[in-house]
């Protein structure tokens, strides 16, 4: 089946990390990734990982798969007020005709000053 | 180099109207996805198009319909409006369909009265 789950809401301190977590549960996926989205814009990509990879690291981001599990996590350092927004994460299905993103419920991250 | 640009960006229809909206691609990039934001359901798969063909389609009714024309730009249609159509309507473009990013465009939010 094709279902991506994350809980829906994290506030954290500015200077904290952030942590938000996210399940999936199709075995198939190729690429999964993180999207930010802010108010009243579109999705904006943050970084991705290919499946057979434990961690990738971009700058403040930290992505950590657990493919047995099937749990994605992306760690934000040192989180700005900026980094306020909804994230969402996805997995790629693809495979012969398809070829689509299966988008979680997103979180939203609010950052007090 | 520009983004994935959508027009318009808002619109107001009634129900029972049909609405055009329009997707212009990153410059290069040949596959065009569309896909469709609501509160309730959430971000959910439309259609892909690659080199003027539809290669995949979500599971939405037959009103929804989309084409993309020989300079890569797509367009999706929605015909006989109802009011649950009201969402944000998402373009993402990409260089091929094997290629494993996708850049999503603002959107164009439709409200339908």
């Known amino acids: 089946g094709e279902d991506v789950e994350q809980s829906l809401f994290l506030s954290v301190r500015e200077g904290d990390s952030s942590v938000i977590n996210c399940t999936y549960t199709?075995?198939?996926?190729?690429?999964l990734y993180w999207y930010k989205q802010e108010p009243g814009a579109g999705l904006q990509l943050l970084t991705y990982?290919?499946?057979?990879?434990d961690m990738k690291q971009d700058q403040r981001l930290t992505v950590l798969l657990n493919k047995k599990d099937k749990h994605l996590s992306l760690r934000i350092a040192d989180t700005q007020t900026g980094d306020s927004a909804i994230y969402f994460c996805?997995?790629?299905?693809?495979?012969?005709?398809?070829?689509?993103?299966?988008f979680g419920t997103g979180t939203l991250l609010a950052v007090q000053p | 180099k520009a983004g994935v640009t959508q027009t318009p960006r808002y619109l107001i229809k009634t129900r029972g109207q049909q609405v055009t909206l329009s997707c212009s691609p990153i410059?290069?990039?040949?596959?065009v996805s569309w896909y469709q934001q609501t509160p309730g359901q959430g971000l959910q798969f439309l259609f892909e198009?690659?080199?003027?063909?539809?290669?995949n389609k979500g599971n939405f009714p037959g009103r929804f319909s989309g084409r993309q024309f020989s300079n890569s730009r797509s367009e999706m249609n929605v015909s006989t409006l109802e009011l649950g159509d009201s969402a944000l309507y998402l373009c993402?473009?990409?260089?091929?369909?094997?290629?494993?990013?996708?850049?999503f465009g603002p959107g164009t939010r439709l409200t339908v009265l």
């Open positions: 410059s290069g990039h040949r596959s």
């Open positions: 198009y690659f080199s003027e063909t539809q290669r």
């Open positions: 990982i290919f499946s057979n990879m």
């Open positions: 199709d075995s198939s996926s190729t690429y």
């Open positions: 993402a473009s990409s260089i091929d369909y094997t290629y494993n990013e996708q850049f």
């Open positions: 996805a997995e790629r299905v693809y495979g012969g005709a398809t070829n689509k993103l299966i």
